[in-house]
């Protein structure tokens, strides 16, 4: 989406260890509008799916997702990444690892809002070594409900979680895939 | 706000220790059609004012924020519940005393993003004892800039918050204020 790609050249931050920041539109502060364009390109991409709800993980996929939801009319649900006593007992768990954060988080939904009747469309910021997504993917598997796509807005192309999880045969769109960055010159190379 | 209240008479859940469970359309699980009549309603509360940027804090502000944020055409900013490695070392602080999770948590929100030429309006989706609002007021405070507004979705009126950040003189509209709850007969009575 060239859009995105244009928005990333003109104000995200390349760092040392291949680090994209992108807080100034992407997350921490966010550009609604540009939310709002790459909700119409989700929907284009995702036209022929029969997609009834939209799955996220706290707390900077919520932003991008609810955005997106409005172009296809259906509820966003959010993965918490620890036991609230606000959530009722019953919820289906997985464990993701953050490289990020450096930790490994429980991550839940309630079983209330996710069943096998539905089907779900994963929606999430960042696409690196695919840890969150694939924890996303057993959430819903777990629940009986079929992933009928999952919509990126940054994939680092240089790492696995991308190639990994095309190969299960899932519709997976980036809207901006990063192939290379130098942190030297700023310079980033989209796919 | 009818609708709002309508919708929680609907499908809210009173426990007992006046716990108010509105998750499947307020947060967790979120309702972005729902959002969308909540945001024209704050532009129209907040149409006479200087807004160019919306505070929330994670995680369940955040999608009411986005959503709204597109009736004011706005950007959002959300402040984070504790210090990570993929902020930058520039960031205003502050303590936010959580009494659904029965800790404190060091609330932090990059000084790149809010600024003193910035009128923000608040947005979260509930206030109870109003400790989180106050987090966020002071950093905003923090930063020089001026808070225009808050805009809650539900208030727990019978609770000190609202009380005390009205005295502040700061203009505060929630869209339900919920004076009383009984969890026998699940009776809701609004402001």
Known sequence: MKLLEERIRKDGIVKEGNVLKVDSFLNHQMDTDLFNEMGKEFKRLFAEKPINKILTIEASGIGIACIVAQHFHVPVVFAKKSQSINIDGDVYATKIQSF???????????????????????????????????????????????????????????QEGGKRIREKGIQLESLAIVDAMDSQTGEITFR
Chains 1, 2 share one sequence.
């Open 100 to 158: 990020t954060h450096k930790k490994v988080y429980d991550v839940i939904v309630s079983k209330k809002y996710i069943g096998k009747e539905d089907h779900i469309l994963l929606i999430d910021d960042f696409l690196a070594n695919g840890c969150a997504l694939e924890g996303l993917i057993d959430l819903v598997q777990s629940a009986g409900a079929t992933v009928e796509g999952i919509g990126i807005a940054v994939e680092k192309g240089f």
